[in-house]
């Protein structure tokens, strides 16, 4: 019998870990504290635009590096917000969500073979990303307790292969807020081996205490070298909507713009009406945003450290890395499987964060399990119930 054989590339990587664990969580009724998306409901406001914008029968096709106003509306906020000139005919490109975003930007600026620098632990999309693009990653360490990098290991990573440098801040999963001083240090490599910068920039609005998020193009000679990811998704929770975009210097987005053609033609016109008028939104409504999610950090942060989970406190995004060894657990997916199936809260295995877990030790994912916090109080209230019967091994 014909047996059709997959593609070399698509088997070199697993189905998303953070997905499979929603579904278990279905499966066995735990409370969904693994992926990452609020359980509350989106601005009403932004809903309400939306509704108008498919009512006014915005609902074929929009321009396909995305609907002008939606352009507009990114370059204006990224000048505003960055002090960086942005033309929004010719630098920005309207994607399905961050992840069709870094895809598209990927594949249009690496050619098989080139290497992709990425900090480890790293939101789990980077390797598959890397693979599909043909880059091949090289991974510099992000060193716990506040996931600090040694400048020597980056500086050893670059070399005349290196293409680029994806940059996550703030970061899923360790919540890291990147310094200046930190981007200083991966600008300079860049310049000096003429890499360009990736930048994932989806939780920039979501920062805590005396944290503040500076984008890596604002960084000198920069700007021309730097591709700034963003997205709708969590800044005006609505994941399901699938809008992102990436800004970048010309020559790199007139590439970007042409595989995200081809990949997907648009992101859903309707939304991107949406989006533009989202982002035009108070100030107030970001900072709001910031002070509603430190207070379900610091809840969240209790309940687990109750529980016997010790937390790496984050600086910005929705997410905490919790140390699994003080109760006795070794094996991030087994502990994972027992909170799912026993105790009936999801949340995600560290070692999918890192490369391979065997060669990993306790430190490097495997001692390690990460919770989100963007969930309503009742949801957190019935984590904390649940998590009261966690017991050391
Ligand atoms: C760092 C990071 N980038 C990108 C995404 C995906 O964003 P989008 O929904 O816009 O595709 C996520 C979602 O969890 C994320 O954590």
Redesign the pocket.
């Known amino acids: 019998m014909l047996r059709p054989r997959g593609s070399k590339k698509a088997a070199q990587f697993t189905e998303s870990v953070i997905r499979e664990m929603t579904r278990l969580a279905h499966q066995h009724g735990a409370v969904n504290l693994s992926q990452?998306f609020p359980d509350f409901p989106a601005p009403e406001a932004v809903k309400e635009a939306a509704c108008a914008a498919i009512r006014a029968d915005i609902n074929q096709y929009a321009v396909t590096w995305g609907a002008r106003p939606l352009r507009e509306a990114i370059a204006a906020q990224f000048t505003a917000r960055h002090r960086v000139p942005v033309d929004a005919d010719a630098q920005v490109t309207v994607c399905c969500?961050?992840?069709e975003t870094m895809m598209a930007v990927l594949l249009a600026s690496v050619d098989p073979g080139d290497e992709v620098i990425v900090f480890e632990p790293f939101?789990e999309?980077y390797g598959p990303d890397a693979i599909v693009s043909g880059a091949v990653p090289r991974y510099v360490t992000l060193q716990e307790p506040d996931w600090t990098f040694d400048p020597d290991e980056l500086a050893a990573a670059f070399n005349d292969r290196t293409r680029a440098i994806i940059v996550?801040t703030p970061n899923?999963p360790t919540g890291k807020v990147f310094s200046r001083a930190e981007l200083e240090t991966i600008a300079a490599l860049c310049r000096r081996w003429d890499a360009i910068a990736i930048t994932?920039e989806?939780y920039e609005h979501i920062v805590y205490d005396d944290a503040r998020h500076v984008a890596l193009m604002t960084l000198d000679g920069m700007a021309e070298r730097t591709v700034a990811i963003n997205?709708m998704?969590k800044t005006f929770s609505v994941?399901g909507w699938r809008v992102?975009w990436a800004v970048g210097p010309p020559a790199l987005a007139a590439g970007v713009r042409k595989v995200h053609d081809f990949l997907t033609v648009g992101a859903p016109a309707p939304l991107q009406q949406a989006a533009a008028f989202a982002l035009d939104l108070p100030d107030t409504y970001f900072s709001e945003l910031a002070a509603h999610y430190q207070v379900r950090r610091d809840r969240v942060i209790a309940m687990l450290e109750r529980a016997g989970l010790r937390c790496a406190v984050p600086a910005g995004a929705y997410y905490v890395m919790t140390d699994i060894t003080g109760l006795g657990w070794t094996d991030d997916v087994a502990f994972v499987q027992h909170l799912i199936e026993d105790i009936g809260v999801a949340a995600v295995p560290g070692s999918s964060f890192y490369r391979p877990a065997a060669t990993h030790a306790v430190s490097g994912g495997l001692g390690r399990v990460r919770f989100c916090f963007c969930k309503k109080e009742e949801t957190l209230a019935e984590a904390e119930r649940r998590l009261a019967r966690l017991t050391p091994r």
Request: aromatic share 8%; net charge negative; proline share 0%.
């Open positions: 990452g969500g961050a992840t939101y999309n996550n899923n994932d989806v997205s998704s994941t992102g």
